[in-house]
Every structure is written in structure tokens, then in C-alpha cells.
């Protein structure tokens, strides 16, 4: 391509707002680390912290035993990229066994150590003896994996971008739509850059939602394995606008797309260096590479429309993720769909109850002006920017790039007209 790619730049507004509001964490790189603890709280924060996916590169091992452990061990075998050792002895002693430990030491091995006196003279020692860092205990998961990414993370490495995640509970519920109208607002009303990446290789719609049909997309990416770059991203990516482009899915059955788990990894790494936010849109399916795609993302949002089978499927996806994302918020869910004449639905107040978890959105359902944008290969925006809906994607778009709070989404029209209803009854009585 010849026109320049959606890069990351520190010019772009909405690109230094949303990550101010984002964690600011560097995913910690394929590293090895071995860690020596001597109490079980200390063990108990760094396999919880090694859980997170931010980690999820790395090779950890936890042991107990502290620096005599760590001394033994390494008396007779090469040393990690990282050593983390817990300790509870006082200063003179500890000078002593970091000084054993830095004898059995390999070059260019960092050491952490977490010990359980707060005294600004004895970390200066420390990191005078070669010590990356002192961590008092007790700490917490996020501030180890804070403090492993500093290590290996160069002082002018650029922020990583946001990656969004956007599935549905179920399918036909509309969760690429909603996906690529959220870009659309990212890209036209933040002025972020944004990249669509349509995971769906079989049946994708993002190209025809944005009416184009690029020869070249997303599957080629995936099927070059570890060779992914830069360079082969940008040739992929088609421009809708200055600040939108797409990674299309080829949406052809000439082949099978039985990919790895891992498969995607490379590209969304990619993803996170080039671009501020990225915009996955994600298939209702579930194997080992959607698990690891919404396991890694910084924000997911599970499209939902008011009914059973969405319930219970929200239920399981937010049971399943929060498990495996404790350090993150959880799962953003979407209502879409919400009003359709004669359908009996579940109120969106019973939704949220039984999940525990506002609605970010209620989306009415409008088939008319969803159904002549799609055959449009519009947004919703263009056909109808002063509307509410395009309102909800805006405000959806600030959620999810860290540039505003959730605002209490409103019920549907049927909703509101029984609560009305209701009161009316109370205070009137039977009749």
C-alpha cells in the first residue's frame, strides 16, 4: 500500500487519553523467571500475579526456600532471565546470601528481592550491589507484574494499544454490527486510529458493512505463523478512512480454518505496537484460540439480546473470564435488539441482576434503519448522526477506550411503559 498505515502516534488525543485510563502495563516477554519464597502468602501473590495474562509469555516457576533455595539450585544449573527471591533476614545476613547468590549468577540475570523491612538505606545498597529491585512485602499481583515489565521494558518503548474484544452470547445477535459501528465512532468522532480485525475467516461481514472487498486480509496474516511483522500487517490492512481500516476475513469455503490456539498471538502483538486500539471482532464459538483471544484482551463486551438462551450464555462467559481475568474489570454487556414487537423479553433490570453486572448499553431494535445501513455498507452514523443510536455507539466508544464512565443504560419502551403501569396500579388499587 502506499498510503501510510494507521500508526501509533503520540500526536493522536484519543490515543494518550485512553491509555491514561488503561493499566499502562507492557505484556511481560518470553522470559524465564524463577521465584523463592519463604512464606506461604508471598507464594500464594506470585502464583495469583503469574495467572494473569499479562504473564502469559513468560515461563514462571514458584518454589519455596528463599535465598539458600536459590543458591542451591543455581550451584549447579543456569540462571533465569529474572530471579525473585523472598526474604526475611535483616541486613548484614542478607548482604551476605545476595552475595552467594551473585558468585552462582550467569551474566545478564536480574534479581528482585522481596523482603519484609521497609528501609530506604538497605535498598540502596541493594541496588548498589546490582539489585534491579526491592519490593516490601506485602505486595500485590499487579504491582509484581508491574514491576517484572519495568525490568524488561525499555525506558522509550512506545505504549501498547488496546485491544477490544466484542462476541456474542449467542448467535445472530448482532455483535459485528455493534463492533464495527463502536470503530466507527473510535475512528470519526475520538479521532483515534482503529483497526477492525474480522475473526470470523469463514463468514466475516465486515467487509461488506464497510462495502469493500479487499483481495487480501486477516487469514493471510494468520497462516504466516511467527513470520508475521509490521510490514506484512500494513500491506494487509485496507483504509476505509484516514483513521479506520480492516483486516477483512476471506468469508470463502475453499478451505478449512481449523487454527491453532496460539495462532492469532502474532498478529494481536503486532496489533498492540502499530495501532492505539484494535477491534476484534470475534465468532461465537468457542475452541482454544477465541478462549486465548478474549482471555488477552483489555476489554471484552459480550453482545447480548433479552432473552434465555443470551442469559445463560452471558452467564457462562462471565463466570469463565472473570475466573481467568481477576485483575480485570469484567466482561461489558450489551443489550441489542431490545423491543421487537410481540417478542416477550427479559427486562433489562433482570438481566443485569442476574449477572451482577450493569448493562454498558441497551441497543433498541430499529430493523429499518439497521437493514438499510447494512445493505448500504454504512454505519449507522452516517445515515443517522443526530439519533440516539448513534449516541449509544459514541458513549459505547468512550467505555471501551478508557475515555468515559458507563452511563446507566436506559430500559426499552416496553420496559418503561410496564413500570409506569405498575406504579399506576399501586397506587390505584384492583379494579
Known amino acids: 500500500m502506499s498510503e501510510p498505515a494507521l500508526s501509533m502516534t503520540h500526536d493522536d488525543e484519543g490515543y494518550a487519553e485512553s491509555l491514561r485510563h488503561n493499566d499502562e502495563l507492557h505484556h511481560v516477554p518470553r522470559i524465564s523467571v524463577q521465584v523463592f519464597c519463604e512464606t506461604p502468602a508471598v507464594q500464594a501473590t506470585m502464583q495469583d500475579a503469574f495467572a494473569d495474562r499479562r504473564m502469559s509469555k513468560a515461563h514462571k516457576t514458584v518454589q519455596m526456600g528463599g535465598l539458600a533455595a536459590a543458591v542451591d539450585v543455581f550451584g549447579h544449573s543456569p540462571t533465569p532471565n529474572l530471579i525473585m527471591v523472598e526474604t526475611t533476614e535483616r541486613s548484614d545476613s542478607l548482604v551476605h546470601m545476595l552475595d552467594r547468590l551473585a558468585e552462582v549468577c550467569d551474566a545478564g540475570t536480574r534479581v528482585v528481592v522481596i523482603g519484609h523491612v521497609n528501609d530506604v538505606l538497605l535498598y540502596r545498597d541493594l541496588v548498589r550491589r546490582g539489585v ?3 519490593v516490601v512485602a506485602p505486595t500485590t499481583p499487579m504491582h509484581v507484574i508491574r514491576v517484572i515489565s519495568e525490568i524488561f521494558t525499555a525506558p522509550d518503548a512506545e505504549p501498547l ?3 477490544v474484544s ?3 452470547a449467542r448467535g445472530g445477535v448482532g455483535a459485528s454490527t455493534l463492533a464495527h459501528n463502536v470503530s466507527w465512532s473510535i475512528a470519526n468522532d475520538l479521532e483515534t486510529n482503529v483497526v477492525i480485525a474480522d475473526m470470523d475467516l469463514a463468514f466475516g461481514t465486515a467487509g461488506l458493512d464497510f462495502n469493500q472487498d479487499p483481495i487480501q486480509g486477516l487469514a ?3 497462516f504466516e505463523g511467527d513470520r508475521v511483522d509490521e510490514q506484512l500487517m500494513e500491506r494487509l490492512l485496507f483504509k476505509c478512512t484516514d483513521k479506520l481500516g480492516i483486516y477483512a476475513a476471506p468469508s470463502t469455503l475453499e478451505r478449512d480454518y481449523d487454527i491453532d490456539a496460539s495462532a492469532y ?3 494481536l502483538e503486532v496489533m498492540r505496537k502499530t495501532v492505539p486500539c484494535a477491534v476484534l471482532d470475534v465468532p461465537h464459538c468457542w475452541n482454544g484460540w477465541t478462549q486465548n483471544t478474549l482471555w488477552g484482551s483489555d476489554e471484552v463486551v459480550i453482545v447480548a439480546t433479552p432473552d434465555l438462551a443470551s442469559l445463560r450464555n452471558c452467564k457462562n462467559l462471565v463466570e469463565s473470564l472473570s475466573a481467568r481475568r481477576k485483575h480485570d474489570a469484567p466482561p461489558r454487556i450489551v443489550l441489542n435488539q431490545v423491543g421487537v414487537p410481540k417478542r416477550p423479553e427479559i427486562a433489562a433490570s433482570d438481566f443485569s441482576d442476574a449477572l451482577g453486572i450493569e448493562p454498558s448499553a441497551v441497543i433498541n431494535f430499529d430493523p429499518q434503519l439497521f437493514g438499510t445501513a447494512a445493505n448500504n455498507g454504512q454505519m449507522i452514523a452516517e445515515m443517522s448522526q443526530n ?7 459514541l458513549d459505547l466508544a468512550k467505555v471501551v477506550t478508557g475515555r468515559g464512565e458507563a452511563k446507566k ?5 416496553i420496559d418503561n411503559l410496564l413500570a409506569k403501569l405498575t406504579r399506576k396500579g399501586g397506587k390505584g388499587g384492583a379494579k
Open 132 to 134: 534491579s529491585e526491592y
Open 161 to 163: 494499544g488496546r485491544v
Open 166 to 168: 466484542f462476541v456474542g
Open 220 to 222: 493471510n496474516a494468520v
Open 265 to 267: 498471538e502474532p498478529v
Open 387 to 393: 439519533s440516539k443510536l448513534a449516541d449509544a455507539f
Open 409 to 413: 443504560a436506559k430500559g426499552s419502551t
